[in-house]
């Protein structure tokens, strides 16, 4: 069996494709030690991207995923643990590792275990204040890089959780005060939902206002897939892909990030080189088998989002949206749209693209919606 070249979760390694700018912006800003803010639309890849970057430089890092968090005691102890795995890329040795951590901690009243998979921290925070505890333990870890003239990295991901589920800023600003000193830890900031992470970056009364050099990512051009995709036809199949199946894959992922890799994969899993016919296959069944998903997600939003984003996905792209032909079209008075609009942008279900015109973000649920409109 060939090497999976497109993973659809993440694409590490051999299977990560260009992000060449980036990367060397992202290894210029840790070098500078520059907070960081990876933005985009989902599935765009930038957990990959942050992991290639941290991969290349060599520094220890944690990789925080506050997705599950859901109490702020969940949030201290997501940070923490990264704290302690960054413990365990510092001094790896168990007997030293244990001495390490048990210092560290100590002052906390976090009580450390040394398990097969590294440190387990057991938590008693009955007297201590989350901001605090979070402030000390980032201060302390500065501290220690300092001293073992390290340079680490703490990468908090599904980082507009904070603003979910705490009701004000306070860990947003000690998180702040923490990287604006460190001289040896890097933070690098991402999340899934591009509003709020907006929100929490962008609006001058949030702590995080001008911390970060915000790095949006875009979707990868089709000359750099292509380059890619061939690479892996040819070590699979012994030649490249027709110039037609290679354009038919992009016509319809939208080179979409996620989408390329998910289309890719599962004609990667034919014996023979796909062609144009079979592209086009693929994709209708995967539509059809994720039809019901997207119409259960699509039920959560209201119904005036729902024939606006029906419009949008049976338009390649449109700039006057709010015209008077417009919204005739869609049965809905421009105000309506205008709304409707706004809450699908936030949603990332819509996006503004270069040339100033409104489309459809996911070209799955683009597909689903026109399929159903044609069933219809």
Known sequence: MNMNYFPTYLALGGAFCNRKEELKRILYDLNGNTPILLISPRRYGKTSLALKAFEQIKWPYAHVDLYKALSEED????????IGQLLGKIESTPKKLMLLAGEFFSSLHI?????????????????????DVILKSLEKLHELALKKDKRVVLFLDEFQVLGEVINNNSIEAVIREAAQKSTHVSYVFSGSNRHLMEQMFYDRKRPFYKLCDQIKLDRIHEKEYEQYINIAAKETWGEILDPSTLAKIFELSESHSYYVNKLCSLLWQGSKIPKESDVVSIWHCFVLENKSSVERELSLISVNQRKLLI????QDQIKELFSKKTTQQVDLTSSSVQRAAELLIEKDYVYIDGDKSYRVLDPLIKSVLRTSLVNE
């Open 311 to 314: 419009f949008l996905s049976n």
């Open 75 to 82: 949030i201290v102890k997501y940070i923490l643990n990264g």
């Open 111 to 131: 009580k450390v275990v040394i398990e097969k998979a590294g440190i387990q921290l057991e938590f008693n925070q009955k007297n201590q204040k989350a901001p």
